[in-house]
């Protein structure tokens, strides 16, 4: 296997360099983003709670994680796993950082720390969700990890240089302003209570805990051989994650735009991703059948009648 270039953005720094060995450390920042959201959501949501703030909650939390989170950090930005016009990039990179984790340079670089990690023989607890269900909800939500010895973070030059995912960096926990003026203006404080403070702490902690199951419970039908962690398919979870939770699938083709790749594995990412490629919002999909062979990857049950894998290159038996 060869981690320096499967996570194209991670550079070994030197012979030191390893996912290992490091400190977790409490976040003031992150706790204090999440603490605060949830605060006002729970008490100002328990006081203002009716059927429209509820119905705005729903609709503002689907979005921001369909458009924003999964189609626009996760398959565009992270993966290029499609492509699109610069202006609908962008505003589903707004919508993704609405979504409340971190700007665009963050979320690569949480994602692409994991990636590299987790393709290692072994490597540290915080990467791999390897520790009980509390302390890694509390790690992950309230804390950080220092590596001694980290890989650098070198984006494309492409990426990097782009002026308008500078701002949005800078200015990520300020992303939230427009849509808290606009939810102000048409339904006044309950409405800015439901779609951003409750909406934040509910999404941070979703998005943990599907992180946690699809590492540690689920099944699987791909083995990345010599990884410290498999990734797993939630099942329950493939509808509400707009099909981020189909992570089996995810670690055995990361490049390819389609999650739920089997038969009866709801993918709501990838039917909007079809809708936008039908008037003409989206091209170049990629699909599992798309990516360069990985010697590391081997199916473990009997079933390969996924949708992209028709024409694949991928020995259906090993
Ligand atoms: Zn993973
Ligand atoms: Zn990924």
């Known amino acids: 296997m060869d981690i320096d270039n499967d996570v ?3 550079k070994r720094v030197s012979d030191k360099t390893n996912p290992m060995d490091g400190h977790v450390y409490w976040s003031w920042k992150k706790s204090l983003w ?21 119905i705005l909650f729903l609709v503002f939390t689907g979005l921001t994680a369909c458009l924003g989170h999964s189609l626009g950090m996760h398959r565009l930005l992270i993966h290029r ?6 202006w609908l990039e962008y505003f589903f990179i707004h919508l993704g950082t609405v979504f409340g984790m971190a700007g665009p340079f963050g979320m690569m670089r949480a994602h692409d720390i994991r990636d590299w990690a987790q393709r290692h023989p072994a490597c540290h607890d915080y990467l791999k969700h390897g520790s009980g269900i509390a302390k890694d909800g509390w790690w992950q939500l309230h804390c950080d990890l220092a590596l001694d010895f980290p890989p650098k ?5 492409q990426v990097a240089d782009d002026k308008v995912y500078q701002f949005i960096e800078k200015t990520w926990m300020l992303q939230q302003l427009p849509w808290t003026i606009l939810f102000y203006l048409l339904g006044g404080w309950s409405w800015v209570i439901w779609g951003i403070c409750a909406r934040i702490p509910v999404q941070l902690a979703g998005h943990w805990l599907v992180g946690y199951f699809s590492h540690n419970i689920g099944t699987r039908d791909w083995e990345i051989e010599g990884a410290a962690v498999q990734g797993y398919n939630v099942d329950i979870a493939g ?9 089996n699938n995810h670690h055995a083709f990361p490049g390819s735009a389609m999650l739920g790749i089997y038969k009866g594995q709801t993918d ?3 039917w909007v991703l079809q809708a936008l490629a039908k008037v003409g919002l989206v091209w ?4 599992p059948e798309d990516l360069p062979y990985r010697k590391e990857l081997h199916l473990i049950s009997n079933r390969n009648q996924a949708s992209g894998l028709a024409k694949s290159r991928i020995p259906d038996t090993l």
């Open 268 to 270: 709501i990412g990838w």
């Open 153 to 157: 973070f070198v984006p494309d030059k």
């Open 34 to 54: 999440i603490t605060a959201h949830f605060l006002v959501g729970l008490i100002g949501g328990a006081l203002t709670f009716s059927l429209d703030t509820f």
């Open 284 to 287: 170049d999909i990629k699909l």
């Open 81 to 86: 796993s499609y492509k699109c016009p610069r």
């Open 239 to 247: 509808f509400f994650t707009m099909g981020e939770a189909w992570h």
């Open 8 to 10: 194209p953005r991670m």
